[in-house]
């Protein structure tokens, strides 16, 4: 990454061997890791800048980030961060909701013209969610679902029980 000159910010294991003096490694949650973040080498690419996050269930996530456009890690802050932080937590709640309310990984077909139309009705159903959301018609794009779900089985309860009361 580093030779295509590619910028990236990726989650790592405590245990991961970084260096703050070039060849002397040891693991990152040995480090003290000073809020604006920590610059370490990273075997076999070369300086990163270390990150900790404390999240609210007392777990605590190492982060190593290298910004391609800044190459002076020095200037990079908390605050890059955790705007870089933020928007992949939105990237991965829209990709959750992509497969779990809208199936688009969920097909069954081979042509690509099917595995496009596929894909161009999962992003208009997600397009028509975050919609009814902006106009506040649902309050989460949950909630569709769920109202369903409970529509069905409510259905499936009723029907069984006049079964059994026919019987």
């Keep these: 990454m580093k030779k295509q000159e590619l ?24 480090l003290e890791i000073e809020e604006n973040g920590t610059i370490v080498y990273l075997k076999e690419f070369g300086e990163v800048k270390v990150f900790k996050k404390h999240f609210k269930n007392g777990m605590l996530r190492f982060y190593i980030l290298f910004d391609k456009e800044n190459k002076d ?20 709640c829209y990709h959750r909701a992509l497969k779990q309310l809208c199936g688009i990984n969920k097909f069954i077909v081979r042509k690509s013209e099917a595995i496009l139309t596929h894909f161009f009705s ?9 919609l009814m959301r902006a106009n506040e018609l649902i309050d989460n794009w949950y909630q569709l679902q769920r109202e369903l779900s409970i529509e069905v089985n409510r259905n499936f309860i009723l029907e069984q029980i006049n079964l059994k009361l026919s019987a």
């Design 73 to 92: 890690l020095r200037e990079t802050d908390k605050t890059l961060f955790t705007l870089l932080k933020t928007t992949h937590w939105i990237i991965e």
């Design 122 to 130: 999962s992003l208009r159903a997600f397009i028509k969610l975050e």
């Design 7 to 30: 910028g990236f910010m990726i989650g790592i294991a405590k245990n991961r061997q970084v260096s703050i003096v070039k060849g002397q490694y040891q693991s990152v949650e040995s």
